[in-house]
């Protein structure tokens, strides 16, 4: 009798434990993830900043734009790119305009003596880029450098 009541009382503590779990993976089922990129452009090249354009927007429209987080930070060579006279300049533009934050290193800036009046405007600075790329990656950001 005492076996069948510990045989009957594990089968319900299993039962109970699937139907909780299975809830709990219903609801995330349905949830969708927050994704978190951070783009790294650290060459003066206008072929590699479009190439950063190009996969930030095919992320958007692969995973939802609402669905993701995207950061581009330059440094280096690749600051050029983000100043008043670039190349890329319409495209960095359109890229803001669709959620897309652009930032420039201020290390670099300070080295090439290049001001925030001599940047694209609505373009977002940090101390130094490499730190904010390693600070992103450590929260779980996902990480490329095209």
């Avoid at 005492?2 to 089968?11: N, P, S, T």
């Avoid at 190439?51 to 995207?70: E, F, R, S």
């Avoid at 959620?99 to 080295?111: G, P």
């Amino acid at each position: 009798m005492k076996r069948r009541l510990f045989i009957h009382a594990g089968i319900a503590f299993a039962g109970t434990t699937f139907l909780i779990a299975a809830g709990a993976q219903g609801t995330g089922a349905t949830a969708q993830k927050r994704h978190k990129l951070v783009i790294q452009v650290s060459d003066n090249d206008p072929a590699k900043w479009n190439l950063a354009l190009n996969n930030a927007k095919n992320v958007q429209d692969d995973v939802g734009a609402a669905n993701v987080d995207i950061a581009i930070i330059a440094y280096g060579p690749g600051i050029g790119m983000l100043k008043l006279e670039s190349p890329t300049g319409a495209r960095v533009a359109d890229a803001m305009k669709a959620n897309v934050r652009v930032v420039a290193c201020e290390n670099t800036m300070r080295a090439q003596k290049i001001t925030k009046d001599d940047m694209l405007p609505a373009i977002s600075y940090v101390p130094a880029g490499v730190t904010e790329i390693m600070k992103k990656q450590g929260e779980g950001w996902a990480y490329l450098r095209p």
